[in-house]
């Protein structure tokens, strides 16, 4: 297999380092689609694009006509102001790379492999919604491979709520008529400090954290006012949906306080926690042991959210981290710096076999998809 990785190295690095240098933040990925699409097109991958209502969303399809179907998922979205921080360039194009190996040796595969290109994780999650569109039922696993300074089989991610809230008080001469005025820089703080009391009383896993974003115009008005972003993150889903009705009521409380007024919009979608599906992490286990990557084990919780937990309700689902150096450190401007370095491209050519191995051996193991879904079942 590592003869067809090399044979497709040019031009997937290409495609890596023009994302790399070209970076677009979550729905206006067009150049990164298309690039992608160009390449899947190239050679013989039949693509839908735009996919899904999606503008930059597509979907390539191999083996067309075969009864059962793996996922294979693309990344493509920057960070604001921080470009490819994340690194979703490199973890797009392993995708891409696993799609072209595996159309080479599709004869061999017993399914479908879809090649799904997905906008926006970093904001909005588009794959919650394709999730909530049905465009991920029927598939007997998803899978993609994310950069990180290291090498992991699992992520832990949390279900995740973001909101912003605004509060609307009076402005009025903060020095010679106070009394006129109602502060929605008051309110946000009480807020705030609502929010941080929660915390000696949630579980462990509780992650809640925002900031001000906009706190008034001028230090002799009474700010009219208050912005602030607040996400909420916990491991399951239905905590998290307890936790943002305690947070809406501090909100209530803190407009009542300060005798103004609030609004909530949600941002984004709502994230789901990734399930964890131990045998088919033994496979990728033994694949990154046989290509001398050494793994950590991360445990059940990472901290951090992605759309793609909400595949992971739908099918068994893989996100696995490939290591481009211990010195880096996710969404900063060296890991994007880094995007475009030999390491990176190592990985690359390295998640690219780690993903075509898995579907290959998944589907040529006798009993490993079935025992797949018994753990995803619960059985």
Not at 85 to 106: F, M, R, W, Y
Not at 137 to 165: R, T, V
Not at 308 to 313: A, K, L, P, R
Not at 342 to 366: C, M, N, Q, S, W
Request: aromatic share 8%; proline share 3%.
């Amino acid at each position: 297999m590592r003869e067809l990785i090399e044979s497709f190295r040019d031009e997937v690095l290409s495609l890596n380092d023009f994302m790399a240098r070209n970076p677009e933040i979550g729905g206006e990925e067009y150049k990164s689609s298309g690039a992608m699409v160009r390449l899947l097109s190239k050679h013989g991958i039949k693509v839908e694009y735009p996919f899904a209502g999606m503008e930059t969303a597509f979907r390539g399809v191999i083996n067309e006509g075969k009864g059962r179907k793996a996922a294979i998922l693309a990344e493509y979205d920057a960070l604001r102001g921080i470009g490819h921080g994340c690194g979703h360039c490199a973890s797009g194009s392993i995708s891409i790379l696993a799609a072209l190996v595996l159309n080479k040796i599709k004869d061999h595969i017993p399914a479908e492999i879809h090649i799904i290109g997905t906008p926006d994780e970093e904001m909005r999650g588009g794959k919650v919604t394709m999730a909530n569109n049905g465009f991920f039922d029927g598939y007997d696993f998803a899978i993609m491979i994310h950069m990180s300074n290291k090498n992991a089989l699992y992520s832990g991610f949390l279900a995740l709520d973001a909101y912003e809230f605004s509060f609307h008080g009076k402005p009025a001469h903060a020095a010679s008529i106070p009394w006129e005025g109602r502060n929605a820089l008051n309110a946000a703080r009480l807020f705030m400090d609502a929010t941080d009391m929660m915390r000696q009383h949630v579980r462990e896993d509780v992650r809640i954290h925002g900031y001000i974003k906009n706190g008034g115009d001028a230090s002799n008005t009474v700010p009219h006012l208050a912005v602030v972003e607040m996400l909420v993150r916990a491991k399951d889903r239905e905590y998290v949906d307890e936790l943002s009705q305690w947070v809406m009521d501090c909100a209530k409380a803190a407009s009542i306080a300060t005798r103004t007024s609030y609004f909530v919009e949600q941002l984004g979608e709502k994230f789901d926690g990734m399930r964890r599906i131990k045998s088919g992490e033994k496979i990728l286990d033994e694949i990154y042991k046989d290509m001398m990557l050494p793994v950590i084990d991360l445990g059940d919780q990472s901290g951090g959210s992605s759309d793609i937990g909400n595949v992971s309700s739908i099918c068994p689902s893989f996100h696995p981290y490939i290591s481009i150096g211990e010195e880096f450190s996710g969404h900063t401007e060296e890991f994007a710096r880094a995007m475009t370095e030999d390491r990176t491209h190592k990985a690359i050519l390295d998640g690219g076999e780690i993903i075509a191995r898995f579907v290959k051996d998944i589907y040529g193991t006798p009993g490993a998809l079935e025992e797949m879904w018994k753990e995803f079942r619960g059985e």
